[in-house]
């Protein structure tokens, strides 16, 4: 995979694929994994091999309860738990690796021109520090995440965005950060390094996709003092069955007590807690946003408020022609004539715009672009056009061109005053046409919203999430967008003084808040905020203030952002709900087959008709360890989040997972009961 290649890998992979290709060294590193030095961080998973070992020593030792064949089956189970927890783990980390090492591979041998008294030293690139100043050079790489001091130039940004097209950098204004490791293709820049080695955007990609070096995040942390919990209150009520045992003038052999234990204990959980949270930030590295913690992750699971700037995340970057409105006595043919003449010329993404709309309108032959003698906009006239075959075509500002026109104010036609008036209450931007003096028409230009905007929001405001629109329109213009976009709330005037008080007065409620931006004037509103996404073509100081940054500068990358977080949250709680319900029919199956010597009453709990003790010990510990297996691919994909409130999300869950958790055991027990014993196994 080449250095471009790398990061633009997109969702569009398709999981299987990536499965089949790394299921080796997945598995190579299931093995490695079983060393207790790394095993630790998965306290379940060390308690399940410490088990195996147990029980792979009992095998030596004669038992007349309990055949070796039998123990042996058993042990071999353990061991079969602990590597596929241990695989799915790995499989997780694997996704990214190859990723990793492709980056790490791109950046090696890099050197840079520092700036010193006496002019500039070569130095790797390595041992560049946080307010260095290099010089770089048409074709050279950047070697480290900087700002624009000095010069204008084009950067090829493909080896971390995916996106081939240069982008304009220079110092000063919104568009002056740039990234380590992207290339030069135009011109020189005076770069002013702003990280320290090991903290830049590279460096963060990597340690994102390099699982190992994922730090637990707060729910993580405490769903393990969770697990370790329940594993000390199971290990604690196992150690005293035997005493009881005694008791009752019986015995428990050995091998049946670690069998109850591993199956009591979470180990489902316990063994794809980490694949969980590897998987899930690797989603988010897919969707090429890297993430500074995995605590804004968690957080974006969690928000009640998403606060959006309009331009670019609601609506198109520009003004869009929306409509055309003929003055009285003149034909729609003649306006879309005049109106197009007026803007062929118009380079501008408006000009652009009406040119497009009238083409789909009214298709005609069109003069060559070489033949028209263009009018440039001027801040003075704020008027554009024309010149073609001695007749004068204008567009421009309603004041402007009636001015031009010699045309007083109140002497509009009044079918087209009203339209004016009309565009602008809805939000939109009035403009004139005229053609030799005479007036033809107006023309409609407003913000755009972007298609599927309007469903977007609905589905977050079912999940619970309100949205708020951030401009600094007036508040009517603000106010007619956002009903056409159908967010929740409006910001309009926004300063960033009014952004901070916004964010603080909704966190003071006890609501988290997200918010993306991409200039200076953000970054108090991006540190305040739970989860701030600064844009990887903003300023600097958005992406030192923000908790993620987005590689591909797209503003509605949030909402897919919130998506992967409650993806996260639900993955991790749908599969600890099946995990606790498992034990339910573990109960039935061990507890009747452990006592039923000593209380042979039990055996009115063998609702499951299991074949012998030995079968059901076996077939509780092979389901165990296969249930693992089964949920290794929902836990690298996630569980799907419905649009719904929490309420009923609760009750979906529990539903399927807490319900199905409690089902699933039954029947799958004592269908390997039945092969078992049609194997002659036990």
Not at 138 to 146: F, L, S, W
Request: proline share 5%.
């Amino acid at each position: 995979m080449s250095a471009t290649e790398t990061v633009a890998t997109k969702a569009s992979q398709s999981p299987k694929t990536s499965i089949s290709t790394l299921w080796r060294p997945a598995l190579k590193q299931a093995f490695v994994k079983l060393d207790p030095r790394q095993l630790y961080r998965a306290p379940v998973m060390l308690v399940v091999e410490l088990t195996a070992i147990f029980t792979t020593v009992l095998c030596f030792i004669p038992d007349s309860v309990v055949p070796v064949f039998v123990a042996a089956q058993i042990a071999l189970w353990l061991w079969f738990t602990v590597l596929f927890a241990n695989f799915a783990e790995a499989l997780a980390e694997g996704r990214g690796k190859a990723r990793a090492d492709s980056l790490k591979a791109g950046s090696e041998g890099l050197t840079a021109r520092r700036q010193t008294a006496g002019g500039f030293e070569s130095v790797p690139a390595s041992a560049l520090s946080k307010g260095d100043v290099v010089r770089v050079e048409a074709g050279e790489m950047i070697p480290g995440d900087g700002e624009v001091i000095e010069g204008i130039a084009a950067v090829n940004e493909a080896a971390i965005t995916g996106e081939s097209a240069p982008v304009i950098r220079e110092s000063g204004g919104d568009r002056s950060a740039v990234t380590g490791n992207t290339r030069l293709v135009s011109d020189w820049l005076l770069v002013r390094i702003t990280s320290n080695p090991g903290e830049s955007t590279l460096d963060r990609m990597i340690a994102l996709v390099e699982g190992a070096k994922r730090q637990k995040t707060p729910n993580e942390v405490a769903l393990d003092i969770l697990l370790i919990g329940l594993t000390l209150i199971f290990l604690l009520v196992v150690v005293t069955l035997q005493p009881f045992a005694h008791f009752a003038n019986g015995s428990l052999p050995l091998v049946f007590l670690v069998a109850l234990l591993v199956t009591l204990i979470p180990t489902t959980i316990g063994g794809l807690l980490s694949a969980i949270g590897i998987a899930g930030m690797d989603r988010l590295v897919r969707l090429n946003v890297i993430a500074k913690s995995g605590r804004a992750v968690e957080a974006a699971g969690d928000v009640h408020v998403l606060m959006l700037d309009k331009t670019g995340t609601i609506t198109f970057g520009n003004r869009r022609c929306a409509a055309v409105y003929a003055a009285p006595g003149v034909s729609a043919r003649e306006l879309a004539e005049g109106t197009l003449f007026a803007s062929l010329a118009d380079e501008t993404a408006e000009g652009k715009s009406i040119v497009e709309y009238l083409r789909g309108l009214h298709p005609q032959p069109e003069p060559a672009v070489d033949l028209l003698t263009v009018v440039p906009f001027s801040a003075e006239t704020r008027l554009s056009g024309v010149d073609y075959q001695g007749r004068k075509y204008r567009k421009g500002a309603v004041d402007s061109l009636l001015a031009f026109v010699g045309l007083p104010r109140d002497e509009l036609p009044p079918v087209l005053a009203r339209e004016v008036d009309r565009i602008a209450q809805s939000g939109g931007t009035p403009l004139l046409v005229c053609v030799d003096g005479k007036l033809l028409g107006a023309i409609h230009l407003k913000d755009v919203v972007k298609p599927g905007i309007r469903e977007r929001f609905a589905e977050l405001r079912k999940l619970g999430i309100r949205t708020v629109m951030v401009t600094g329109d007036n508040p009517l213009t603000a106010a007619a967008i956002a009903a056409e976009a159908g967010v929740d709330d409006v910001l309009a005037e926004a300063t960033p003084e009014k952004k901070l008080a916004r964010i603080r007065h909704e966190q003071n409620d006890g609501r988290l808040v997200a918010m993306c931006g991409d200039g200076a004037n953000d970054a108090p509103a991006l540190a305040q905020a739970d989860v701030g996404m600064a844009m990887n073509d903003g300023t600097q100081a958005a992406r030192e203030a923000a908790n993620m940054v987005d590689l591909d500068s797209d503003p509605t990358k949030l909402l897919d952002v919130v998506q992967i977080g409650k993806e996260l949250l639900v993955t991790r709680g749908a599969l600890t709900t099946f995990s606790v319900a498992n034990d339910v029919a573990k109960y039935f199956a061990i507890l009747p087959a452990l006592f039923a010597s000593i209380y042979p009453q039990l055996g009115v709990l063998n609702v499951m008709h299991l074949s012998s003790p030995q079968s059901a010990i076996v077939s509780a510990i092979v389901f165990n360890a296969l249930i693992i297996v089964v949920l290794i691919p929902l836990a690298l994909r996630g569980v799907r989040v419905q649009a719904a409130s929490a309420a009923a999300l609760l009750r979906r869950n529990l539903l399927i997972y807490g319900l199905g958790g409690i089902v699933v055991p039954f029947a799958g027990i004592k269908a390997i009961d039945m092969l078992l014993t049609a194997l002659n196994l036990v």
